[in-house]
């Protein structure tokens, strides 16, 4: 097994774009949260959607185990003037005191192990203010994660499953896509992926 993943040493070089631009459902959420929103960045890495909605006046808490990426989003948020609250944290135990209006966890899911995983949708759940958003996306088992990562992927999700956990709240968004791409220091790769955004109904 591979030691650490391809992002862990990319990380290091703190003005390098290891995953590009924010996702594009950001900037709809952006002008749709409440004034002063507060939001929760699970499996944060950089913060390229931290710092986005960092940007737009949000209260943001990121979080990521990865001690490199925290210390990177934490120089690009002094270098930008932005305000994130950031910790070092595995989601696997995940303790969470406060609730939020939007909370993500993209890209991280499929990173820990399926026990964790389906129970920590409900957690992020019941966290959400009502009328707040979740946004996840998840590798599906669709395509076989490369070989650089199969280590690493170690609870992809089945395809479609990922929107089961939302069928009782409000799709805004889910699209289920293949996506090829490369970063540095690892090889040209495909994944399958399920993207969710929903809302949290608002209780009469």
Not at 15 to 37: Q, T
Not at 164 to 190: L, M, N
Request: aromatic letters at 12%.
């Amino acid at each position: 097994m591979n030691k650490s993943p391809f992002w862990e040493k990319a990380y290091r070089d703190k003005d390098a774009n290891v995953f590009g631009k924010p996702s594009r459902e950001f900037y709809d959420l952006a002008r749709m949260l409440p004034r002063n929103a507060s939001v929760l960045d699970l499996g944060c890495g950089e913060g390229r959607n931290a710092l986005f909605l960092a940007q737009q006046g949000y209260k943001v808490t990121a979080v990521d185990i990865s001690e490199v990426a925290i210390e990177k989003l934490k120089y690009l948020a002094n270098k930008e003037g932005f305000n994130i609250n950031l910790a070092i944290a595995d989601i696997r135990h995940l303790n969470l005191e406060n609730t939020y209006d939007l909370i993500v966890a993209h890209g991280c899911l499929h990173l820990i192990e399926r026990e964790y995983s389906t129970a920590l949708i409900p957690t992020l759940k019941g966290a959400t203010n009502n009328g707040g958003y979740n946004v996840v996306t998840v590798f599906t088992d669709s395509i076989a994660p490369p070989e650089d990562l199969k280590d690493f992927c170690v609870g992809l999700f089945k395809e479609g499953e990922l929107f089961e956990f939302y069928a009782d709240w409000i799709d805004y968004f889910k699209d289920t896509y293949v996506i090829e791409e490369e970063h540095p220091g690892s090889p040209r790769h495909r994944h399958s992926l399920n993207k969710i955004v929903a809302q949290k109904p608002i209780k009469k």
